[in-house]
């Protein structure tokens, strides 16, 4: 009974391991720059609107900067102000090609390590496979159990990456819509905090994905070389070793 359920998981395991990789490399081809194909219709509306109304609340700005100048108002009336004005009201123009870039880099990084992944072999050997020894009852039982408890925990892992993935490219999406206004935030110091806080979550949704998949290329090396090493050791019937308990927490690691 467990090891047809331990057989039952493993072919789940490996359906849900396939759709991963077909997902995620799905999902990073999508576009977020717009204006470029393939990209989602909504985000090429939604930041051509926000550049609109950046581009119209510039002209107010340039008005409060020059006032400020002449009431010589402190920190908002000096020429410091004025210049990033001008270099930010060229960079609104362009923020969603400079998104697009640091999207591009993360997809690059994070498709080198799920190139490495794809390449290696996740199935571990367990004691009474072919090859294998260790024909206890009770042994194989428990190695049953394990299997089964290794790769439900490994299927749940792999979903869940498929998950942040999803919601990834939802907020990558936002992100890109919100780019002009947090351009702008830039400008006044009183909402530069905007703009830090936009930069940050940029970054950390672009570049979640490469420490994903270098822990799961990680990971899958581990498992590939604990179960290379079981297959050339013959096994006393009462133990299993340390190359199996390697194997058992290489997804988690």
């Not at 989602?40 to 609109?52: L, M, N, Q």
């Not at 290794?150 to 498929?162: E, N, Q, R």
């Amino acid at each position: 009974v467990f090891g047809g359920i331990a057989t039952a998981m493993e072919y789940i395991y490996k359906g849900v391991s396939a759709v991963l990789g077909w997902v995620l490399q799905n999902l990073l081809s999508i576009p977020v720059t717009p204006g470029t194909p393939g990209v989602v219709p909504i985000v090429d509306a939604g930041w051509e609107v926000s550049r609109t109304l950046v581009n119209s609340l510039f002209l107010l700005i340039l008005v409060f900067i020059g006032l400020s100048m002449i009431l010589r108002l402190g920190e908002y009336g000096n020429k410091k102000m004025l210049v990033n004005l001008i270099v930010i009201v060229l960079l609104v123009n362009f923020s969603g090609v400079l998104v697009g870039f640091v999207v591009d880099i993360a997809n690059l990084l994070t498709n080198f390590f799920l190139g490495a992944v794809s390449d290696i072999k996740w199935d571990m050997p367990w004691a009474g496979k072919k090859d294998v020894t260790g024909s206890d009852v009770t042994e194989l039982i428990a190695l049953s159990i394990g299997k089964i408890l290794y790769y439900f925990i490994a299927t749940i892992i792999f979903l869940g990456v498929i998950a942040v993935f999803f919601v990834r490219l939802f907020v990558l999406w936002i992100l890109v819509i919100l780019a002009p206004l947090a351009f702008a935030a830039f400008i006044l110091p009183q909402t530069r905090r905007f703009w830090n806080q936009w930069l940050s979550t940029l970054i950390q949704w672009a570049f979640v994905g490469v420490p994903m998949s270098f822990f799961l290329y990680l990971a899958g090396l581990t498992l590939s070389l604990s179960a290379q090493s079981q297959l050339n050791v013959v096994y006393p019937t009462t133990a299993v070793g340390a190359g199996a308990f390697a194997s058992f927490l290489a997804p988690f690691t």
